[in-house]
């Protein structure tokens, strides 16, 4: 049974860069037809697709996020990561990475990491 952890600092200045690891056990993250994705939750809203890198290491982004986000993946370690670019405290959120088969929407279905919570403040 696959599992992801996400790692990373818990607080971040703003204008600085997030940056987060989901590392995968019991899993490839070169299998066939699976979308490894990364998704937050900001306080009081609902989930937010982010973006994703596919078994072929192609990437998907949000537009709403594209020009700040980046996303790539390790696969001696079996791990991918998030990058935020020039944060601000509207990206604080419970960030999660996730192991779907589909792309540009939550999707509960697949694998979720347990999330981590980042603070983006001075």
């Known amino acids: 049974q696959v599992q992801l952890q996400e790692s990373g600092p818990g607080l971040v200045k703003p204008s600085q860069t997030l940056s987060l690891t989901c590392t995968v056990s019991?899993?490839?993250?070169?299998?066939?037809?699976?979308?490894w994705t990364w998704i937050r939750q900001s306080p009081g809203k609902g989930l937010e697709w982010m973006g994703a890198?596919?078994?072929?290491?192609?990437?998907y982004y949000s537009p709403s996020l594209e020009s700040r986000i980046s996303i790539s993946r390790d696969t001696s370690k079996n791990q991918f990561t998030l990058q935020l670019r020039s944060v601000t405290p509207e990206d604080t959120a419970v960030y999660y990475c996730?192991?779907?088969?589909?792309?540009?929407?939550?999707?509960?279905?697949?694998?979720w990491g347990q999330g981590t919570h980042v603070t983006v403040s001075s």
């Open positions: 996730c192991r779907v088969r589909t792309l540009w929407h939550p999707d509960r279905s697949g694998s």
């Open positions: 019991g899993g490839s993250i070169t299998a066939n037809y699976y979308y």
């Open positions: 890198v596919s078994y072929s290491d192609n990437t």
